[in-house]
């Protein structure tokens, strides 16, 4: 438990561009943290305030419901394990109206958990007991999505040593070769379809289901050997080390993450 009490550090930084600024925001405010451990809710509000967000608690599944509907938060942080509704239950009913992020941290590992709470709508998911930085790093990844709404997704991305152009889908070396050229690199179709998908999420999970429904259409929610082929020639054509990619990551069980 100690590691969930760890004080912030000097230089850590900001919650993003989503966090309170000098200017004020009128977004939805606040951090809503359902959870029924009191131990783990004192840890979870002091690091959080730490981070100056603000923080409302919920220790039951309908004390949430209540608390999201009289003050949306700008993000949810969501046990399973409630003692009144099902975590998953309180998900299906937030998203019937509530579209920002939603963090779901649980003690259950099995990947069906994992994966129900993703296909009801959560964002990401936390397995107990887990770092408070991880926490606060997943936390910030789900943010930056809804913090500029209207942006659009970033355009170019870089793995290793190679420049993802999504506009133009070309892929080029980083650094111009011996005579001035950039050597290049060809993706499939399928391939420039699940980056886009995953580049535009830079640090969140994506659900293997959510994934293959994207790319291959509804009805390949179970294929996710689909993934691993396509995922493995990525990894063999982008990563410096395929064998330990460091920005195409799995999550077993669960989906993958583009790592920037
Ligand atoms: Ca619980």
């Known amino acids: 438990m100690a590691e969930l009490a760890s004080a912030p550090r000097p230089g850590d930084p900001r919650p993003g561009p989503e966090g309170p600024g000098p200017e004020g925001s009128h977004r939805p405010s606040g951090i809503?943290?359902?959870?029924?451990?009191?131990?783990?809710?004192?840890?979870?509000?002091?690091?959080l305030r730490a981070r100056q967000y603000e923080v409302m608690t919920a220790g039951t599944g309908r004390e949430a419901l209540a608390v999201a509907a009289s003050h949306p938060p700008e993000a949810i942080i969501l046990d399973l394990g409630l003692p009144d509704i099902d975590g998953t239950e309180v998900i299906v009913q937030l998203r019937?109206?509530?579209?920002?992020?939603?963090?779901?941290?649980?003690?259950r590992t099995s990947p069906g958990d994992k994966i129900g709470a993703l296909d009801v709508g959560a964002d990401d998911?936390?397995?107990k007991p887990f770092a408070m930085a991880e926490l606060l790093a997943r936390l910030r990844a789900v943010l930056r999505r809804d913090g500029e709404p209207g942006q659009g997704q970033p355009r170019q991305a870089r793995i290793g040593r190679w420049l993802i152009d999504l506009t133009a889908y070309q892929v080029q070396h980083a650094e111009t070769g011996e005579g001035g050229e950039r050597e290049t690199l060809r993706l499939t179709p399928t391939e420039w379809r699940i980056l886009e998908i995953l580049l535009a999420r830079p640090g969140r999970l994506v659900g293997s289901a959510q994934l293959l429904t994207a790319v291959w259409?509804?009805?390949?929610q179970q294929r996710t050997n689909y993934l691993r082929f396509h995922m493995a020639r990525l990894r063999r054509k982008l990563e410096d080390n395929p064998a330990r990619p460091r920005h195409l990551l799995t999550e077993p069980g669960m989906g993958y993450r583009y790592q920037p």
């Open 32 to 47: 809503l943290i359902v959870e029924d451990e009191a131990e783990l809710v004192r840890a979870l509000r002091i690091n």
């Open 96 to 107: 019937q109206w509530y579209r920002a992020p939603i963090i779901v941290l649980s003690g």
């Open 125 to 127: 998911y936390v397995t």
């Open 217 to 220: 259409g509804p009805g390949f």
